[in-house]
């Protein structure tokens, strides 16, 4: 009941939420952000702690989104209930950003995917490979994952990803995979593979617009950097 709660507490989570309705949570700190989301599933305990902890783990609100629900539950406080919802929050940052691509020219919204990507691929711990697949507009008719694999290598073969892309009636593609290093550079093995996709896409009408690297430290786009 909400006497049981200490008043100074009941004040404090009362100036937060009106700190972010008036201000935006651009005012508020990544630790107050995580006690905000805290305050509905720990009602009844001061969430500070636990939200600085929670910064202390990961570095960051962003990066305590991504984390897992096993990894998350290893921070004294949080619970596979607390945990759960914390991953819902994440889930939904990840759906709006995808509806802001999902549709559209993906070309035309350039900005909107990258964020998408970042928000999806960037903190990954192990290397994902995946596929836009787009239609004769570039709209996206298609984001699949293809293939993932260690801290370092996502085997990826050329003849499957033209497959899917006629199975899809696709007209061009963007490769995307993340470097869990946190570094976005193309490795040789990166280059010649996207190359021979590239070639093999020619030959049957499929447009290579772009590979992107998705990283931590930034992205790195094969077109723009003239390697395609």
């Known amino acids: 009941m909400a006497q049981d709660k200490p008043p100074d507490q009941k004040g404090h989570r009362q100036r937060l939420r009106q700190r972010f309705v008036e201000a935006g949570p651009g005012a508020l700190a990544d630790y107050e952000m995580l006690e905000l989301l805290l305050f509905h599933a720990i009602p009844r305990r001061d969430t500070k702690p636990i939200a600085k902890r929670l910064i202390d783990r990961f570095g960051s609100y962003a990066a305590v ?7 998350l539950s290893e921070v004294k406080g949080i619970g596979e209930t607390t945990a759960i919802m914390m991953k819902s929050v994440a889930d939904a940052v990840e759906r709006l950003a995808r509806e802001e691509v999902m549709d559209r020219v993906v070309l035309s919204s350039w900005e909107e995917l990258m964020d998408y990507l970042k928000i999806s691929m960037a903190r990954q711990e192990t290397e994902r490979f995946r596929i836009l697949f787009l239609d004769v507009k570039n709209a996206l008719i298609a984001d699949e994952e293809q293939q993932s694999g260690t801290v370092n290598h996502a085997p990826v073969y050329p003849r499957e990803v033209i497959k899917r892309a006629l199975e899809l009636g696709a007209s061009a593609l963007i490769l995307i995979h993340n470097h869990p290093s946190g570094i976005p550079d193309p490795s040789p093995a990166d ?24 990283a931590r430290e930034g992205t790195f786009s094969m077109r723009s950097e003239g390697i395609i």
């Open 65 to 71: 989104l991504r984390a897992d629900v096993k990894t």
């Open 191 to 214: 280059i010649d593979m996207t190359r021979k996709i590239e070639e093999a896409g020619d030959q049957l009408g499929i447009r290579l617009h772009d590979h992107i690297i998705v």
